[in-house]
């Protein structure tokens, strides 16, 4: 009996194991002329997780720019134009064709320091918040009082948890777009790389004076 016994239960360690692995977060590393950005991909959003990934695996990624910075709110990338595109040429409207449908998990995942995003067209053309197939953006945001927390929950009428109110005024972040971007990810690691990024020069469409290009994108594990 103890032997049988044992056999079950080293029959559910397996089989925990195997689930385990089945729900382990992939990691993409992202390698930039300004330095590496590694980035975790949610399971809750496995369409733009295997979306993404495509992307990776067929390196539709490479050699395309950050094509659109703001300081204090976000790093842009993925227009499928933007590769060798010349400094006058308008960026941000490239992408492979089809759209990704939302899937927005709020609140649980939101626009913290360091999320990473899927980039879309406006509501009006949108209204259904279905994401670029390859465009998407990193948070840098930036950090909020309690007070101007409180002001953004009445006059957006929501509640934010106490995880967000720790990460807007810690680590900062972008709390006006929760709830209307899919938020897929996010950096485990360079995020002063895109920092960096943040404070570069830009012209008056938002677009780095000097490239910054996706060498590589490749999955780590």
Do not use: W
Not at 66 to 74: D, S
Not at 102 to 130: S, T, W
């Amino acid at each position: 009996m103890k032997r049988v016994l044992a056999i079950v239960l080293l029959c559910v360690l397996a089989c925990s194991a195997v689930h385990a692995q089945s729900e382990k977060e992939v990691m993409v590393l992202i390698d930039t002329d300004m330095g590496k950005i590694k980035v975790k991909l949610y399971n809750e959003t496995p369409q733009h997780r295997d979306n993404f990934l495509k992307n990776v695996n067929e390196n539709l990624y490479q050699g395309l720019l950050f094509h659109r910075i703001i300081r204090q709110f976000m790093v842009q990338g993925g227009d499928i134009n933007s590769r060798n595109a010349p400094l006058e040429t308008h960026l941000g409207d490239g992408d492979p064709g089809y759209t990704v449908p939302a899937e927005i998990v709020y609140p649980q995942y939101f626009h913290k320091r360091g999320a990473l995003c899927a980039a879309r067209v406006g509501d009006d053309e949108n209204p259904e918040k279905a994401s670029s197939a390859s465009q998407f953006y990193i948070v840098t945001g930036k950090h909020f009082t309690e007070m101007e927390l409180d002001k953004i929950e009445k006059n957006e009428g929501k509640t934010l948890t106490p995880e967000q109110r720790h990460a807007y005024m810690h680590e900062g972040g972008t709390p006006h777009l929760d709830g209307g971007y899919t938020v897929f990810g996010e950096v485990v690691s360079g995020i002063k790389v895109v920092e960096k990024m943040q404070f570069v020069e830009t012209n008056e469409e938002d677009r780095p004076l000097k490239n910054i290009k996706i060498k590589s994108m490749t999955i780590t594990n």
